[in-house]
């Protein structure tokens, strides 16, 4: 039983270390290729960090959508407001990203012609952020984990 128990442990640590993130250099050249696809050739990277549990980043995720704001959500507010023409999101954690973009978008209080390139993130959720990013003019591109 016991060592039925320690082979189970021994394959799920070496499942989750197999489904790491990307590299932050793979993730940048793959916004790369995306923004020189959509004509936009400069692009400006905000890396959302993010922690190496699910449970630390449900907390971050429930603190960004309580209210609570962060250093890169504050950051992706201030490029909207300066009319960055084109935004790129990388982190390693989806979710976290897209949280990290919905809380600036919230508190973002005018409208932005920038193009934000979402690393991470699919799904259902892209609905809502979809709809979040229109309403303040932002092109939003969601863009599958490498």
């Not at 016991?2 to 790491?20: K, M, P």
């Not at 907390?59 to 023409?85: D, Y």
């Not at 229109?134 to 591109?141: A, P, Q, R, S, Y």
């Amino acid at each position: 039983m016991l060592r039925t128990l320690f082979n189970t442990f021994a394959v799920i640590l070496l499942l989750s270390a197999c489904a790491a993130a990307p590299s932050l250099q793979t993730q940048m050249q793959t916004l790369g290729h995306h923004a020189q696809a959509h004509g936009n050739g400069q692009l400006l990277i905000v890396q959302v960090p993010a922690a190496d549990n699910p449970i630390s980043n449900g907390m971050i995720i429930a603190s960004l959508e309580s209210g609570s704001t962060s250093n890169a959500a504050r950051q992706i507010t201030e490029l909207l407001g300066n009319n960055i023409a084109a935004i790129g999101i990388v982190g390693n954690s989806g979710t976290v990203n897209a949280a990290t973009l919905k809380r600036a978008l919230h508190d973002y209080p005018g409208q932005s012609r920038a193009v934000i390139y979402l690393l991470g993130q699919s799904g259902e959720a892209n609905a809502a952020l979809q709809q979040a990013a229109k309403t303040k003019g932002v092109t939003l591109i969601p863009i599958a984990q490498p």
